[in-house]
């Protein structure tokens, strides 16, 4: 199972996000729901570094793991975590709930 932390509280302001796991639909290199939330995350953290004036903390690792931390987000940063956000949350209800699992942290 993926699971998405998102940092922050549900409507309000949202500071990051944790995507770690795998979703288990498919085989390896088949599974369209890892794809599909990595591109997310990925164009996330990438967006943030490159189209807003803030400097993520962005850490990746083996086994899906990526991690961006935004300390003061701006109304861009906020926007693309709250359409990252979005996109995980209808990911989650067009497959099921078995493969993304996602909770709020507060800091």
């Known amino acids: 199972m993926?699971?998405?932390t998102l940092f922050g509280k549900?409507?309000?302001t949202l500071h990051g996000f944790e995507v770690e796991g795998h979703a288990g639909y498919a085989a390896s290199g088949k599974d369209i729901i890892c794809?599909?939330?990595s591109a997310l995350a990925v164009t996330a953290a990438n967006s943030i570094e490159t189209l807003t004036g803030d400097d993520p903390q962005v850490r990746g690792g083996e086994d899906g793991y990526l991690s961006v931390n935004v300390e003061a987000?701006?109304?861009e940063t906020q926007l693309l975590l709250r359409s990252f956000a979005l996109g995980i949350q209808e990911i989650r209800e067009a497959y099921g709930h078995n493969f993304i699992n996602i909770r709020y942290k507060e800091d």
């Open 35 to 37: 794809s599909a939330v």
């Open 73 to 75: 987000p701006s109304n």
């Open 10 to 12: 549900p409507e309000e």
């Open 2 to 4: 993926i699971t998405v």
